[in-house]
């Protein structure tokens, strides 16, 4: 009962394709079984091997038929091949055909080996086949995202074809839609059942049957290869295999024509990059950097929109350059909050590569100013320097259709540039202003020795002159005033020998020199208002690592004293993995400032070790000062 409801389902549903016409018709299940014919009992009593997907197939009589595919394979309309499509080729009929499709294959595949432009091939292919097929329309078309397909060359006996360009949906049932959801060839006999755009242009053409056949580039679906009758006639049961060999030709000069433009791509792309390359070599500046890359990355994407933009630590950003069509955009003005949903604020927020296909959905400050120039979508590529999230490098499009997937990694390229040419302007200002410290801080020092020494044991010094002179003539005179004078004078050259070693503690004190590092934090400890730590652990290393070591623990217990209001402290060196590890600690109040002129004057130190400074000081957890020092093996 049930395989007889069905069996009226699919009755009902496909009588009209089964009655009339001059043809046999019959409806069988995929199984074969029959389930209603044209009433003249043709297929009575038979049980049909049907070929997966139809096709050609032989009766019980020896007569030949075909099934059609109905429904998505739900039942196959079988019909008897009569007329010339069913009488069998003479074998010198079959030699003429074959000689004209070889001549026709190889006037083809000359003009796809001498690189002839894509649409001259489309267009020759179009009329070869037509005209060697026997049938009244060839059309090509390229499949488009979004279900489309579009024609890229067409021709017809009469000359009422489609124009190449023209668009069509691809929804309903046509033969470009069953190719390209099934992957395979496919025909229809008759339009009867046909539905949607693709299928309403056959109709205005006058088209009764077509077989189509896919065009297979580098394993994808590129498009549809169509050939249609005008006739109530089928198209002979061989048509799928004989477009097949014309399909592989189109898909031939599609490949070789991607694949020139994408060795014309790369070529293009390594000369811009090399241009960009060296300005960042010459140490080009930052703007004549910024600016290049976007007008290289505009030309390599087919005049794209392009910005370079700069994040703030305010979360706002700042348009450095920007390239338009031909010639640089126009500035923005100020920083702009990076609000909303746009791909600015989405490489912001996420530091990875985004895309916004359909503009118009995005949102915030940045994406009304870039609707404002009729961008249609756009890609924003990060710049990374030194392992933080810098700027964004965005590139747009005003054109309908979304930029292509590769276009993040096209970017990429530039962004690393960018990114290295800031490296090395940073590098360069940093070293700037270290050398800029490091001179002022010489000139200090030697101001503050001469200060000292003008101020101090100089004074001594001629005071003692000038009380021995006067010691000198008392003893002359015999006066008992000269022994008190002379006391006096060894008091002044006391005090002055005391200043100077003082002073000379500035410098390199000797009990470094003689004892080591060990030595000298003992030293700086006994100077101490707090208790020092010593747990020096380190031998003799080199006469610059040490001293450069003993002024960290110097500047370290220095600002103990003056700022840390701490109970103790504790220094501690020691030799890891061919590091010297200081590290000065102290329980006081924290907040130390690591740019603060002390500290500041040590990073310089230690950069010329290729040494490193660290400052932890959080607000009443006391402060840890720790210094790297490259020492070797």
């Known amino acids: 009962d049930r395989l007889r409801e069905r069996d009226e389902r699919l009755r009902a549903r496909y009588q009209r394709r089964i009655v009339g016409g001059a043809d046999l018709r019959a409806l069988v299940t995929p199984t074969g079984r029959l389930v209603a014919d044209d009433a003249r009992g043709w297929l009575r009593g038979t049980r049909l091997e049907v070929p997966p997907g139809g096709g050609e197939l032989v009766l019980p009589s020896g007569r030949r038929a075909f099934a059609e595919p109905v429904g998505h394979e739900e039942a196959f309309i079988v019909r008897e091949l009569t007329g010339p499509s069913a009488r069998r080729r003479r074998p010198r009929d079959e030699l003429r055909m074959l000689a004209d499709e070889q001549a026709a294959l190889r006037r083809l595949a000359m003009a796809v080996a001498h690189a002839v432009p894509p649409a001259e091939v489309f267009a020759a292919v179009a009329r070869e086949a037509g005209q060697l097929l026997g049938v009244d329309a060839t059309h090509i078309a390229r499949y488009e995202p979004g279900g489309m397909a579009s024609t890229v060359a067409s021709w017809s006996?009469?000359?009422?074809?489609?124009?190449?360009?023209?668009?069509?949906?691809?929804?309903?049932?046509?033969?470009?839609?069953?190719?390209?959801?099934?992957?395979?060839?496919?025909?229809?006999?008759?339009?009867?059942?046909?539905s949607g755009p693709a299928a309403a242009l056959g109709r205005e053409?006058?088209?009764?049957?077509?077989?189509?056949?896919?065009?297979?580039?580098?394993?994808?679906?590129?498009?549809?290869?169509?050939?249609?009758?005008?006739?109530?006639?089928?198209?002979?049961p061989d048509t799928e295999a004989r477009i097949a060999a014309f399909t592989e030709l189109?898909?031939?000069?599609?490949?070789?024509?991607?694949?020139?433009?994408?060795?014309?791509?790369?070529?293009?792309?390594q000369a811009a990059l090399r241009r960009?390359?060296?300005?960042?070599?010459?140490?080009?500046?930052?703007?004549?950097?910024?600016?290049?890359?976007?007008?290289e990355v505009s030309r390599l994407l087919a005049a794209a929109d392009t910005m370079l933009l700069r994040y703030e630590a305010d979360a706002t950003a700042t348009v450095l350059a920007g390239w338009s069509g031909h010639e640089p955009a126009a500035p923005f003005d100020g920083r702009m909050p990076l609000d909303g949903d746009n791909v600015a604020a989405r490489v912001h927020r996420t530091g990875r590569p985004?895309?916004?296909?359909?503009?118009?959905?995005?949102?915030?400050?940045?994406?009304?100013?870039?609707?404002?120039?009729?961008?249609?979508?756009?890609?924003?590529?990060?710049?990374?320097v030194d392992g933080r999230l810098w700027g964004v490098m965005v590139a747009a499009t005003r054109q309908p259709d979304a930029l292509s997937p590769g276009t993040e990694s096209?970017?990429?390229?530039?962004?690393?540039?960018?990114?290295?040419?800031?490296?090395?302007?940073?590098?360069?200002?940093?070293?700037?202003?270290?050398?800029?410290?490091?001179?002022?801080?010489?000139?200090e020092e030697r101001r503050r020795v001469v200060r000292d020494l003008h101020d101090g044991a100089q004074q001594r010094l001629v005071h003692t002159v000038i009380t021995l002179k006067l010691a000198a003539r008392a003893l002359a005179d015999d006066e008992d005033r000269g022994t008190t004078l002379v006391t006096e004078a060894l008091g002044h050259a006391e005090?002055?020998?005391?200043?100077?070693?003082?002073?000379?503690?500035?410098?390199?004190?000797?009990?470094?020199?003689?004892?080591?590092?060990?030595?000298?934090?003992?030293?700086?400890?006994?100077?101490?208002?707090?208790?020092?730590?010593?747990?020096?652990?380190?031998?003799?290393?080199?006469?610059?690592?040490?001293?450069?070591?003993?002024?960290?623990?110097?500047?370290?217990?220095?600002?103990?004293?003056?700022?840390?209001?701490?109970?103790?402290?504790?220094?501690?060196?020691?030799?890891?993995?061919?590091?010297?590890?200081?590290?000065?600690?102290?329980?006081?109040?924290?907040?130390?400032?690591?740019?603060?002129s002390g500290l500041l004057g040590?990073?310089?130190?230690?950069?010329?070790?290729?040494g490193r400074l660290r400052v932890e000081s959080s607000v009443d957890g006391g402060t840890l000062v720790a210094a790297d020092i490259p020492v070797g093996d």
């Open 205 to 236: 053409l006058g088209v009764r049957s077509s077989v189509g056949a896919p065009i297979v580039v580098e394993g994808r679906a590129w498009g549809v290869m169509i050939v249609s009758s005008k006739h109530e006639r089928s198209l002979p």
């Open 410 to 443: 096209r970017i990429a390229e530039f962004t690393e540039l960018v990114a290295t040419a800031i490296s090395n302007i940073e590098a360069r200002s940093d070293l700037a202003a270290s050398r800029a410290r490091i001179v002022a801080a010489t000139d």
């Open 276 to 295: 960009v390359a060296t300005l960042v070599a010459c140490g080009a500046s930052p703007r004549e950097v910024f600016s290049a890359v976007a007008e």
């Open 157 to 194: 006996r009469g000359g009422d074809h489609l124009a190449v360009g023209t668009r069509a949906s691809l929804d309903g049932e046509s033969v470009a839609g069953l190719v390209l959801r099934h992957g395979r060839p496919a025909r229809m006999h008759n339009y009867d059942g046909a």
């Open 602 to 610: 040590l990073t310089d130190r230690l950069a010329a070790l290729d």
């Open 250 to 269: 189109v898909a031939a000069a599609i490949s070789n024509t991607e694949a020139r433009a994408e060795a014309g791509r790369l070529g293009e792309e």
């Open 495 to 596: 005090q002055a020998t005391a200043e100077l070693r003082e002073l000379a503690h500035g410098i390199l004190p000797a009990v470094l020199t003689a004892g080591g590092l060990r030595a000298g934090v003992d030293a700086l400890a006994s100077r101490m208002a707090v208790p020092v730590e010593n747990r020096v652990s380190v031998g003799r290393p080199a006469t610059d690592v040490e001293a450069t070591a003993y002024f960290v623990v110097a500047e370290a217990l220095t600002n103990v004293t003056k700022h840390a209001r701490a109970g103790r402290a504790a220094v501690a060196a020691r030799v890891e993995a061919g590091t010297l590890r200081v590290e000065v600690r102290d329980d006081g109040v924290g907040g130390a400032r690591p740019d603060g």
């Open 354 to 384: 985004a895309r916004i296909d359909d503009y118009a959905k995005a949102r915030g400050p940045i994406a009304d100013r870039v609707l404002e120039l009729g961008v249609r979508s756009a890609v924003g590529i990060p710049i990374v």
